[in-house]
């Protein structure tokens, strides 16, 4: 074959398999919106995983954030999306900017740490919100920002005092961390919600600790007694990691978790470990439309080395291939819960709360895992709306077009918001299988909207 003749070859091979190369993809995990700055945490057995939401609309230059978001899983591969829980509204300081964030449990609360400019004092500052329950509502704890621009005077721009992370030891003390070109700490009071004593900052250029240097981002955590700063250098960002025997340092240098890759200028890490699994959670434009003010979050499986040493990972588009649980289809679903999808988006209203939403003929929902055990189903029910046609949902196992075990009329229901439960029966379907819901009908309009499903034996 002569050069051209392969060139076009290799195309049509990618082209053949790009579709098969989607059906496994799991990065970005969320594709129903752009998110970033992820900030994972486990409480009662569930990964709820809050992050920054990019508008769909951010100029190329600039961010355009204007709440925070909330995703869940209880097996990693399959996430579901709750109801804005903050929004910067919220906070009557802040121009309107959700910059990163983290939230974490103490005592029956969860405070949520933020960081917005502030419209009171020039410049980013850090405020909290609390809630007795990680799906909020939130609300702001104090009624202003917790650290403002003038309590540290150690960078001369403005926008040093982004992105919180906050820490609690085994002896009950929290630490906050912080920072953008400084990376600043602080005591904070068993309150949760006032800084105790002095704001110390450690030299973002001080090679000892930071190697290539400390940009922003720092995420803090302890694992076998030693303390692990990840944070994000240079810019456009690497991520690279610090440790230390202690909270409050010295703090030696460790090596890169993630070079420079991808099209995003920043990468904003987070880490946790889950049902005895370590994850690295991070941010890229890999979505279709993204750039770096339109952001989406990724997440990568790894092992600690023997010696407590972060391996070197790359992005990756497979992320998570093995999921830590099974998906009950027995029990109601809701249809926002998704390994993967293509086409739709997703609402939210106070009737209904998080529905799918924007369905066209072709678009489909993939949940992964879904444990149908020996007896099998053979009924399907789901809660659907249309103002136009409806339409259908093909059931298929394990590909988009693999067998198709049911197809269930959604109807023309009046309204947006008059939801009818409908029900089909499917051929019975045992065992574990990737569920696809294929959605097919007569465009031009949205055909219906979705809000759960269910299996019936
Ligand atoms: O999301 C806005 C900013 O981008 C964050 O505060 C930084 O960490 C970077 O990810």
């Not at 409480?43 to 355009?64: C, I, Q, R, S």
Request: aromatic residues 14%; hydrophobic residues 35%; charged residues 20%.
């Amino acid at each position: 074959m002569n050069k051209k003749r392969i060139t076009r070859f290799c195309l049509l091979l990618i082209l053949i398999n790009l579709p098969l190369f989607n059906l496994k993809a799991q990065n970005p995990i969320i594709q129903t919106m752009y998110t970033a700055d992820p900030a994972p945490i486990v409480y009662n057995d569930t990964l709820f995983l809050y992050v920054g939401h990019d508008e769909k609309d951010a100029p190329p230059n600039g961010y355009l954030m204007r709440d925070y978001q909330l995703f869940s899983t209880i097996d990693m591969v399959n996430w579901t999306a709750h109801k804005t829980p903050l929004r910067t509204s919220d906070f009557i300081w802040s121009v309107g900017d959700a910059s990163a964030a983290q939230c974490i449990y103490r005592n029956g609360q969860f405070y949520w740490y933020i960081s917005s400019m502030n419209k009171f004092f020039p410049g980013v500052a850090v405020g909290v919100a609390s809630s007795d329950s990680p799906y909020g509502p939130f609300k702001d704890a104090l009624g202003k920002a917790l650290v403002t621009n003038d309590m540290t005077s150690h960078a001369k721009h403005a926008w040093d005092d982004l992105d919180p992370s906050v820490f609690i030891d085994d002896d009950g003390q929290a630490y906050l961390y912080w920072g953008n070109g400084v990376c600043y700490w602080a005591k904070l009071n068993n309150d949760m919600i006032s800084v105790d004593g002095e704001i110390t900052a450690l030299d973002a250029k001080d090679k000892s600790i930071f190697g290539p240097g400390f940009t922003e981002a720092p995420w803090v955590y302890k694992r076998q007694g030693l303390y692990y700063m990840i944070y994000a250098s240079g810019f456009p960002e690497s991520l690279h990691y610090t440790v230390s025997k202690n909270p409050t340092g010295p703090w030696e240098y460790k090596g890169c978790v993630m070079p420079l890759e991808g099209g995003s200028n920043t990468n904003h890490p987070g880490i946790i470990d889950y049902k005895g699994n370590s994850y690295f959670f991070y941010h890229n434009d890999a979505l279709p439309g993204g750039h770096s003010y339109c952001r989406s979050v990724c997440v990568e499986q790894f092992s600690y080395n023997e010696d407590g040493s972060i391996p070197e990972m790359k992005m990756t588009k497979e992320g998570i291939m093995k999921g830590v649980n099974k998906l009950n289809p027995f029990k109601r679903t809701e249809a926002e819960t998704m390994a993967w999808s293509e086409g739709i988006s997703i609402e939210e209203n106070e009737k209904i709360g998080v529905y799918v939403t924007s369905i066209h003929n072709g678009d489909y929902i993939k949940v992964r895992n879904v444990d149908f055990g020996n007896k099998g189903a053979s009924r399907f029910s789901a809660s659907v709306s249309s103002r136009y046609h409806g339409g259908t949902i093909e059931i298929r196992l394990d590909n988009i077009d693999g067998q198709l075990v049911g197809t269930l009329h959604a109807p023309y229901t009046g309204e947006w918001d008059n939801w009818s439960l409908v029900e089909t029966a499917v051929k019975n379907t045992k065992d574990v299988h990737d569920v696809y819901f294929v959605f097919k009908g007569k465009e031009p309009h949205s055909l219906f909207n979705f809000d759960y499903w269910m299996f019936g034996e």
